[in-house]
């Protein structure tokens, strides 16, 4: 009998391997990223540009200044370099940081004060008819008096010290805090409001979480105004009343004709006005991120 011979079974070929099958990605989603890229990264290089535009006219102004004044007589102009020398010296005396610690004082009590009341009253005035039409008159009638005309008066109730200063600061600042609180009550939205009422929402809820989110961007234009105001109030009230602060550096190096002196105070004004605007600001884009800046 014959060996038969079995023919060895091919080995079973490997599947060759194949790539993972991937997610395709949306026509559209990869453009859209490069589009929010580009934005980004113009809006920041925009930002850059505005902020050397600044600094290139600050830089230019001054150096005008500086040539300018050199050329005029001393008695009727002074340029940085010489109101720098003589902030250096009334700082050193005592003089501007004693000043600045009275004017603040009475900027940010007379400021506080002005803040709440014209909050507080904007909103009932804004909200309710009955209060606008017992009181619509008399705002509008005080805040088209010339208020410093009113500031003898305030000396011969309240003397020539701190309370009356208060009080000039607090009649300056309230009213544009006021007036655009009430303004913004009054833009708000009906259909928000009827949206409240359709989920039976009370008066005090419609209030508080309605009408307050929609009027704040109002409030805080209001306060930027009023913060303004407060300091011309502030340098108002130090003129005409016991001399103190920032406002009697003016009038004392005036009187002596220290032009160079006399302007120190008069840039930390300018100074404290602008900080603070911005201080607000920056506060507003914090608390009421959704408002694009419309009156920046």
Known sequence: MSEQTIAPT??????????????PTPA???????QLEETTYTASRENWVLWGIRVCSVVVVLA???????????????????????????TRNGELPRAMGSSARTLTTGF??????GVLFGLLLGRYRRVEAAF?????????TPLVA?????????????????????????????????SGVRDVNAALIDVGRAFVANERQIFTKVVMPAAL???????????????IGMVVAEFFTGLSGLGALVI?????????AMLVPVLVLMVLGVGLTALLRWTESRIAPWKKGGDD
């Open 10 to 23: 091919p080995a079973p070929q490997r599947d060759k391997e194949k790539p993972m099958p991937q997610t």
């Open 28 to 34: 559209g989603a990869s453009t859209d990223i490069e």
């Open 64 to 90: 005008l200044w500086e040539v300018v004044g050199r050329q005029v007589d001393p008695l009727y102009m002074s340029y940085p370099s010489e109101i720098a020398q003589a902030a250096v010296e009334i």
């Open 112 to 117: 506080a004060i002005a803040g709440v009341i």
């Open 136 to 144: 619509d008159w008399m705002v509008n009638a005080l805040y088209a």
């Open 150 to 182: 009113l500031i003898p008066l305030v000396i011969l109730w309240f003397g020539l010290e701190f309370k009356a200063k208060l009080v000039i600061v607090v009649l300056m600042a309230v009213f544009p805090i006021l007036i655009n609180t009430a």
């Open 217 to 231: 961007p109002y409030i805080m234009t209001g306060l930027r105004l009023g913060i303004g105001r407060a300091i």
């Open 252 to 260: 004392t190096y005036g009187n002596a004709f220290r032009t160079d």
